[in-house]
């Protein structure tokens, strides 16, 4: 066989491979998108104390994987157990303030006797505590206003819980202070009724003292109420993970005075990984949910995910941007816009447990089933 055959031959060969290369590219692109514009997405979560304070302890190690609920930063509690020890002693001489007036029911008592004294001094004390509730019902009304406003705002997940409980505390607090005030008003308008009779003073006596029975029952409330606070806040001192995950992203040190609201780490969940590939608008037009997805990630060339097309974004990418474009006004480019496209994987792949947020990924979705 002489080179001209052989070179013929050859080219044959080649020409018969690109043939079979081409048609089989064709068809494969045929019945698949494709994009190489994708990342693996996962839910990464900051550890927000809810309290403030300095930091007497931390509990993880960077990159440390923790579960749920697990203890990762430990505040100085000094100050808070300072306030939950005279919480509780108010509430007590509440309690007993409360005992010692129900006990005197029915009996003329010193105090109630010295409220008499005069005429004027009991109009005087009238005053005083309309003026009370006349406040105490000003603030129990913006209370009531914050706690359904931060209700709200709890349901659409835009404040933290713990936002809420204090606004709760607070309202309950303001209530507390109007019923504590209202029963004071009684008291005083009793005592102005058994100063300006002089018959009956044994019944002016007693409806005095039960409203002193109503204002110490309030004030127990009132005292309960703030030691539940000081409780809570207390708590807040364990700053603990909200998810299970790894811990990343350190930005605390023992010692350091930190805020409410400070972000000190964040917990990157493992669990739930997905795909976020950034489709050409041109390429949905037979893409659906369910669809089945190939997923190669950059890091594992030689490992292929299986996943299914879960959702499309609500927008393209370009309108969730700081300044999205306006083409109304400048001069008009047509620019093919590109939309999230959330791609949910198998978990049984034996490269799953590697993954992490952020990787480079290129994605293929069968159209066609």
């Known amino acids: 066989m002489n080179k001209t055959t052989l070179f013929r031959l050859g080219g044959i060969i080649i020409l018969v491979a690109a043939l079979f290369f081409g048609y089989s590219e064709f068809s494969y692109l045929q019945r698949h998108e494709t994009t190489d514009d994708a990342q693996i997405d996962g839910d ?15 509990r993880f190690k960077d990159n440390q994987y923790v579960k749920a609920g697990d203890t990762l930063v430990v505040l100085d509690d000094a100050d808070y157990r300072i306030r939950v020890a005279q919480a509780e002693a108010a509430l007590q001489s509440a309690m007993a303030s409360a005992g010692v007036t129900r006990s005197n029911v029915g009996v003329a008592s010193a105090t109630v006797q010295s409220s008499q004294a005069g005429v004027q001094t009991a109009r ?45 505390a607070q309202r309950d607090a303001a209530q ?3 019923q504590a005030a209202q029963a004071q008003l009684q008291t005083a308008q009793a005592q102005v009724s058994a100063a300006g009779t002089q018959t009956g003073v044994t019944n002016s006596q007693r409806r005095a003292t039960e409203g002193q029975i109503s204002v110490a029952q309030a004030t127990v409330k009132q005292r309960q109420t703030e030691l539940d606070m000081a409780n809570l806040q207390l708590s807040y001192t364990v700053v ?11 930005s605390v040190q023992i010692g350091q005075l930190v805020q409410p609201g400070q972000a000190l780490c964040s917990v990157v969940g493992n669990s739930s990984l997905w795909v976020t590939a950034n489709f050409k608008e041109t390429q949905l037009n037979e893409m659906k949910p369910g669809q089945t997805v190939e997923v190669e990630v950059d890091a594992f ?9 879960g959702s499309f974004a609500g927008a393209t990418g370009a ?12 001069n008009y480019v047509k620019v093919v816009q590109r939309v999230p496209v959330r791609i949910d994987l198998d978990k049984n792949s034996p490269v799953f447990a590697s993954l992490r947020p952020g990787m480079s990924a290129t994605v293929a979705v069968d159209i066609k089933k």
């Open 176 to 178: 507390a202070q109007l």
């Open 124 to 168: 005087n004390q009238v005053l005083t505590a309309q003026a009370n509730v006349t406040a105490a019902q000003a603030r129990f009304r913006q209370a009531s206003q914050d706690f359904d406003r931060y209700g709200r705002l709890l349901a659409e997940k835009t404040v933290p819980q713990q936002q809420f409980d204090a606004i709760q």
């Open 240 to 250: 603990r993970a909200p998810i299970s995950g790894i811990v990343s992203k350190r």
């Open 44 to 58: 990464v979560n900051p550890v927000i104390p809810k309290a403030g304070g300095y930091v007497k302890a931390i």
């Open 301 to 309: 060339d030689d490992q292929k995910l299986v996943g299914h097309v």
């Open 319 to 330: 309108k969730f941007t700081l300044l999205p474009p306006d083409n109304a006004t400048g």
